[in-house]
């Protein structure tokens, strides 16, 4: 469940990794399965973590960095009247994000190369912000945060997902091995939720299942 990496390592996605990770992210069940027998995880957060993008009200902006092959449009119909900012580092991912936005005729996607934490935003041009899986793929995750809140409006909503440091033993393993690649190791879960509050998040959330959880937050209105 990687997303996007930003300076010291490789970008796994962008592989053969990341054509098999495109495929069964796909699946639910399928990604479940695997979320079980290799992380440890309950992976049907992710997909149902999404609900919010249908209800997004007509002329909104959303923002999805990392967006990945674009799992998260699933969720958004084709008629939907929203402007959708689907940004990613990898030019790759980009690439199979926008044979599915086509596949689903989703017209109002818009495909950006972007940083996490350069994001090429206005202050409060997004309504729903949504980052997915890529928060523990970034050496500076608080900085991150900060970008997604100075994205948002006030009173805009974040919903996104990632690792934590609190996983399974198995998954820590992975975790160091990737560590010793280049890779960031996962935040811890006070720390997430700390940076979120520090952002100006209120009733800022991080689900309780150890290793990977959902999190948001509404950006304050003051």
């Known amino acids: ?40 995880i309950d992976s049907s957060i992710l997909y149902t973590s999404m609900e919010p993008i249908a ?15 674009g799992v998260a449009f699933r969720a958004l119909a084709a008629e939907q009247d929203v402007r959708y ?11 199979r994000a926008a044979r599915r936005a086509q596949a689903r ?16 935003f206005a202050d409060g041009e997004v309504d729903l912000f949504l980052s997915y899986s890529g928060l523990h793929m970034v050496p500076d995750p608080q900085k991150a945060v900060m970008e997604m809140a100075r994205c948002l409006r006030p009173g805009g909503e974040l919903i ?3 690792f934590l440091s609190d996983a399974s033993r198995r998954a820590r393993a992975l975790f160091r091995a990737g560590s010793y690649r280049g890779h960031p190791l996962p935040p811890r879960r006070a720390d ?10 209120e009733g800022a959330t991080i689900g309780s299942q ?3 959880a959902a999190f948001g937050g509404q950006k304050s209105a003051g």
């Open 1 to 40: 469940m990687m997303g996007f990496v930003a300076g010291r390592a490789q970008n796994v996605c962008a592989g053969p990794f990341g054509a098999f990770y495109d495929f069964y992210i796909e699946r639910p069940r399928l990604m479940q399965a695997i979320g079980r027998m290799v992380w440890g």
């Open 85 to 95: 900012l689907a940004a990613d580092l990898s030019p790759e991912m980009l690439s």
């Open 192 to 201: 997430l939720h700390r940076w979120l509050e520090a952002a100006g998040f």
């Open 105 to 120: 005729s989703l017209s109002q996607v818009e495909l950006l190369v972007a940083n996490m934490t350069e994001l090429p």
């Open 210 to 212: 150890s290793g990977f």
């Open 55 to 69: 209800r997004a009200p007509a002329g909104a902006t959303i923002a999805d960095v990392p967006c990945g092959g």
């Open 160 to 162: 996104g997902t990632t």
